[in-house]
């Protein structure tokens, strides 16, 4: 499985970027997708995923600002992002896993549980 993010860049506080992530494999369908970030000099943290029935999950600092969703025909997962704050600016992975149906979000905001991971795009809001 390969993944490709795409979107990432400049932006003043306030602006809004949406970021891309195209993934290989006839499996997308059946996998959960997740969002992470990594600030410098800081571990890398949660942000969204959706499940492969489209649930979501999202880290407290990005909800009502993120939106993640996905495109099963394209292969394709989204994060919208809205109303950035400096605080965002972080190099940004996407993740993949398969499916497992957790019934919590652990599952799902646990970078351990993810099995493939993308270059990562670079995200930085200017204040």
């Known amino acids: 499985v390969q993944l490709i993010e795409s979107g990432g860049g400049l932006v003043q506080a306030g602006g809004s970027l949406r970021l891309s992530c195209a993934a290989s494999?006839?499996?997308?369908?059946?996998?959960?997708m997740g969002w992470f970030r990594q600030a410098p000099g800081k571990e890398r943290e949660f942000v969204a995923a959706?499940?492969?029935?489209?649930?979501?999950y999202y880290a407290d600092s990005v909800k009502g600002r993120f939106t993640i969703s996905r495109a099963n025909a394209k292969n394709t997962v989204f994060l919208q992002m809205n109303s950035l704050k400096p605080e965002d600016t972080a190099v940004y992975y996407c993740?993949?896993?398969?499916?497992?149906?957790?019934?919590?979000?652990?599952?799902?905001?646990?970078?351990?549980?993810?099995?493939?991971w993308g270059q990562g795009t670079q995200v930085t809001v200017s204040s």
């Open positions: 993740a993949t896993q398969i499916d497992r149906y957790y019934s919590g979000s652990y599952g799902y905001t646990d970078d351990k549980r993810y099995d493939y």
């Open positions: 494999g006839r499996t997308f369908s059946t996998n959960a």
């Open positions: 959706v499940t492969s029935t489209s649930r979501t």
